[in-house]
C-alpha cells in the first residue's frame, strides 16, 4: 500500500507564497517520476509541475519563473515553492507519483490540497 500525504496548502493575497509538499510512504522499490496537478472549478485537471528522479523538470507555461518543483529522493518527497501567486492559481492542488512496485509502474494520487488567492 503507497499513500502520498500532501501538506502545505492555504489562503494567501495574490503576490504572496506557499510551499506544498507531498510525501510518499509504503512498499516500493523506486519512485520515477514526482509532480504537482491541479484543478479549478470549472477547468480541466491540468499539470503544474513535474520532476524526474534524475531532476529534469517540467513546467505548465503559466508557472514558469514563478514555482519551483524539488524532490528529495531519500525523504521521497516532492515540493513547489509557489511565489508571486495569482488569483488564477486558485485551484485543489495534488500531488502524483509514478512508482515502480513488483516490477510495474503504478501511477497514484494524494487527496489533494486547496490553495486559495485571493485578490
Known amino acids: 500500500q503507497v499513500q502520498l500525504v500532501e501538506s502545505g496548502g492555504g489562503l494567501v493575497q495574490a503576490g504572496g507564497s506557499l510551499r506544498l509538499s507531498c510525501t510518499a510512504s509504503?512498499?516500493?522499490?523506486?519512485?520515477?517520476?514526482m509532480g504537482w496537478y491541479r484543478q479549478a472549478p470549472g477547468k480541466q485537471h491540468e499539470l503544474v509541475a513535474a520532476?524526474?528522479?534524475?531532476?529534469?523538470?517540467n513546467y505548465a507555461d503559466s508557472v514558469k519563473g514563478r514555482f519551483t518543483i524539488s524532490r528529495d529522493n531519500a525523504k521521497n518527497t516532492v515540493s513547489l515553492q509557489m511565489n508571486s501567486l495569482k488569483p488564477e492559481d486558485t485551484a485543489v492542488y495534488s500531488c502524483?507519483?509514478?512508482?515502480?512496485?513488483?516490477?510495474?509502474?503504478?501511477?497514484?494520487w494524494g487527496r489533494g490540497t486547496q490553495v486559495t488567492v485571493s485578490s
Open positions: 520532476i524526474t528522479k534524475g531532476d529534469t523538470t
Open positions: 509504503g512498499s516500493f522499490f523506486s519512485i520515477k517520476t
Open positions: 502524483n507519483a509514478v512508482i515502480v512496485a513488483i516490477g510495474k509502474e503504478y501511477n497514484y
